[in-house]
């Protein structure tokens, strides 16, 4: 174990200095015996330890077998950090590459991947269940996690086919049969799903592709992540169930573009504004634009009781199974066109 020990640390310490260069090669040839279930070279061992030790035998003699007992817990630390770090690299890489962050958990907190809102993972951290005490939770978790990334990676291969993953009774900004299908996640509340829209309007996406949305309203540790992401989705479902005839952009469309786009009277933009009501004052607003796409009194009333309909109810769980278990995303949005799936913020270009 110390063999191995100061065989990383001499390396690190000999891209500094050349003094300890020539101590490296003596390093890797006891830690080859020791990975190769071997005695190491107790010769090396103990020229390292002496030359260690040998300030503390000429101050403190006393000392001597506390510090060669700390340095072998010492060289301990060091191997299981640096096999620690070495799987979190990889962990890291392979997350990155799968799902285009490198923190399945959290992955707005990777700056690495595209700019997102992140869907939590519930399972408990590796730290969160040590720290309870649950050891084989840590563990079983962990690797759980990594198997489930590993056998992900055949996604990135894949072609993915937007009709695969259409939602029930889907409606489409702008609809051209000559055109392809694509599919976007959103949740109404995410800014990233606005910046997203943007980059569509500003592309010209819309007039290349059928673009429809899976709306998903994103969970927090209580609730949801925005509070009226919910009662927004509410409102699109049900107005998919009851779409506006003559209507040039579906009325649903039309909620989205204004929430997405548009400002309060006062300069706010209304997806700020909608995320900051309390959800007397979301209904309101969102009834009160009914009014203003063109619905009559009783179309409005069809859509309000709709909205809190055990059948919406039912189409919100579908598409959470879909979002979670079919495209198995860990980011908002995601969009899939042209046979590939974007996970996060796509750019102008990319949508070119």
Known sequence: MFCIAAFIILVVMAAFSARYRRYVGKAWNCTWRRVTFRPCDTTFKQDIKDHLLAPVAARR???VRPASIGLEILAVLVLVTTIWSGYTVVKSAVNLYVYGTCNKQDSASCTLGAEACSIPDETPGFMESLGAFDVLGAFGNEFAS???????IP???QTWTSEDYLPANATYLAEDAANPI???VIDPGCTFCKA???NIEESGFESTHNLTYIAYPIAGTEGYKFPNSLLVTQY???L???PLDGADTPVDWQMLKRIFTEKTDAGLPWQGAINSMDAEEATSTLVGWLDEFGLSAD???VVVAEAGSAKVTGIIAANKTLVEEKIATVKIPTIIFDGRRHDGLVSVDGLQ
């Open 240 to 242: 998919r169930l009851h």
């Open 299 to 301: 179309q409005i009333d």
């Open 61 to 63: 003699p006393a000392l």
């Open 155 to 157: 996604a990135r291969f």
């Open 196 to 198: 997203l829209f943007a």
């Open 146 to 152: 990594l198997g489930e990334t590993f056998a992900a």
């Open 182 to 184: 694509a599919v976007e």
């Open 236 to 238: 699109l479902e049900a």
